[in-house]
């Protein structure tokens, strides 16, 4: 089945660690997304890639980075540095010169 | 900056009413309308708008998109309790290498009672 997956769903870190989610699709396509999810609000966008070996930064970058040495994946480390990060976290991809955009079924992760 | 806005943030109707949810943007380098229906986790896609005036419908749901005043409109009539979910509009935006990157507004919740 073609789709995007997210790793893993729920994920608990302490504070001043970094970790890294994963996102893999097998769609095919060419730009991959980050996104965050806070309460009751819409989508954020923290760092997107169109082809592989290049992204760039969305609305929201601080505290995060990501790679795109592969077409199929593309991680997302959040580091110590992000003040705030206890969110939900999506990942969508979507074929090149078109808009929408598929996506996983979310990383809720949570910072103690 | 580019800046899209959903209004009502929610609403409460009963089964068989219709909503009208409202979004409207101020993008640079405009492509694309788009509607998302997100119930727990991901959200799904269900329309794209690219020219004004064009209603696009999908079965009890319609949208149209008027690109001079800057608005779409999303309809859902007839509701059922399994339309309860958060609406969220996004707007694609084109960015270098003709690529596109998608802004998000702040969802509208519609919880449909029995």
């Known amino acids: 089945d073609g789709g995007i997956t997210q790793s893993p769903k729920y994920l608990f870190r302490k504070e001043g660690q970094n970790v890294t989610l994963s996102c893999e699709q097998n769609?095919?396509?060419?730009?991959m997304y980050w996104y965050r999810q806070d309460p009751g609000q819409g989508l954020r966008l923290i760092y997107y890639?169109?082809?592989?070996?290049?992204?760039q930064k969305g609305d929201i970058a601080e505290g995060y980075s990501v790679s795109r040495e592969k077409k199929e994946s593309f991680p997302l480390t959040v580091t110590s540095a992000q003040k705030n990060p206890t969110a939900f976290y999506l990942c969508?991809?979507?074929?090149?010169?078109?808009?929408?955009?598929?996506f996983g079924q979310g990383t809720r992760l949570t910072v103690v | 900056e580019d800046k899209v806005v959903q209004s009502p943030l929610s609403l409460v109707v009963h089964e068989g009413d219709t909503v009208t949810l409202n979004c409207s943007y101020e993008?640079?380098?405009?492509?694309?309308l788009l509607w998302y229906k997100q119930e727990k986790k991901a959200p799904t896609f269900l329309f794209m708008l690219?020219?004004?005036?064009i209603e696009k419908k999908s079965g009890r749901l319609s949208s149209i998109l008027d690109k001079k005043e800057l608005f779409s409109i999303l309809n859902i009539t007839a509701t059922q309790t399994g339309d309860s979910a958060v609406y969220l509009c996004?707007?694609?935006?084109?960015?270098?290498?003709?690529?596109?990157?998608?802004?998000f507004g702040g969802g509208t919740r519609v919880l449909v009672k029995p």
């Open positions: 690219t020219s004004s005036g």
């Open positions: 890639s169109q082809i592989v070996n290049d992204f």
């Open positions: 996004a707007v694609g935006v084109m960015i270098k290498a003709a690529g596109n990157k998608l802004t």
């Open positions: 969508a991809s979507s074929i090149f010169r078109t808009a929408e955009a598929f």
């Open positions: 769609l095919n396509h060419d730009a």
């Open positions: 993008v640079t380098n405009f492509r694309s």
